[in-house]
């Protein structure tokens, strides 16, 4: 599933004619995971405590979105909602995926609703964990993730803003989510991404509320209620809009459920997944 040497490269596939890094574990009716939009941000970072215990009921599949990761970043390309989508559906052909469950992590949730959204038959259920997707104010931790600029200082203070457990917040890790950051071509391709007025970004990545309403999945919300990057009133505006949904919330919980609370997480994607 990865590399000895870094555990963060997998295997790789084309995708609409981009070398696309993925994860693939397990066996049964996949479940595709989408990452989250943090600088440096991969696959493997944003899944590596879920993709093994979540594996053992289907198969789980977490590739580097395209701009991401070790995935390829086209010369020229822009970021956006369309790129990101045309890359998932490309992937998901490549890989002879005609319907798959998807769970989608902030930025990669806004992607999972437009995904589901725009091609219903291609997605069972969906989870949506700490969710872009609706339109909401710009947070000053969404602000500062986006806004990045690297330094270890700057990756530190990022990682206090996603968690809520200090403990989790070493400066080994800081060192090591920062050494990832700039890694050649990384910063780069993430600075495109979501230049200021970062507000437009938000709508961007937003579903219509008649869309999102029309949505015919079995969708379940997780956020944390410390959440300082996405405001946990987007879950509860989310569940209010979605016919068939359920509603998580975490209390002592930041932007990283699926590392804080690793364990309830995985338990509670799974049972969603296999009634």
Request: proline share 7%; hydrophobic share 50%; charged share 20%.
């Amino acid at each position: 599933m990865a590399t000895v040497e870094n555990p963060e490269i997998g295997r790789q596939i084309e995708a609409g004619g981009i070398a696309t890094n993925y994860h693939d574990a397990g066996e049964g009716f996949p479940l595709l995971m989408i990452h989250g939009s943090g600088p440096g941000v991969s696959a493997w970072a944003n899944w590596r405590l879920n993709i093994g215990p979540l594996a053992e009921g289907r198969r789980v599949i977490a590739p580097d979105m395209v701009g991401f990761g070790f995935t390829a970043r086209p010369e020229a390309a822009r970021y956006d909602r369309r790129l990101w989508l045309d890359h998932l559906l490309a992937f998901m052909d490549g890989l002879g995926i005609e319907q798959t469950d998807l769970v989608g992590n902030s930025f990669g949730g806004g992607l999972a609703l437009a995904a589901a959204s725009a091609f219903p038959d291609r997605f069972r259920r969906l989870v949506l964990m700490g969710s872009v997707g609706v339109d909401f104010a710009l947070t000053p931790g969404l602000d500062a993730v986006w806004g990045y600029e690297p330094s270890v200082e700057a990756m530190r203070a990022l990682l206090d803003i996603f968690a809520f457990d200090r403990t989790l917040v070493t400066d080994e890790l800081a060192e090591l989510r920062y050494r990832a950051s700039i890694r050649p071509g990384f910063q780069e391709a993430f600075a495109a991404m979501f230049p200021p007025p970062r507000q437009a970004h938000i709508g961007a990545l937003a579903l219509p509320e008649a869309e999102i309403s029309a949505l015919p999945h079995r969708v379940l919300l997780l956020h944390g209620r410390e959440d300082r990057v996405i405001p946990p009133a987007n879950a509860q505006r989310l569940f209010a809009l979605i016919p068939d949904a359920e509603l998580h919330m975490f209390a002592n919980c930041g932007h990283w459920i699926q590392i804080e609370k690793a364990a309830a997480f995985n338990r509670l994607v799974a049972d969603f997944l296999a009634d």
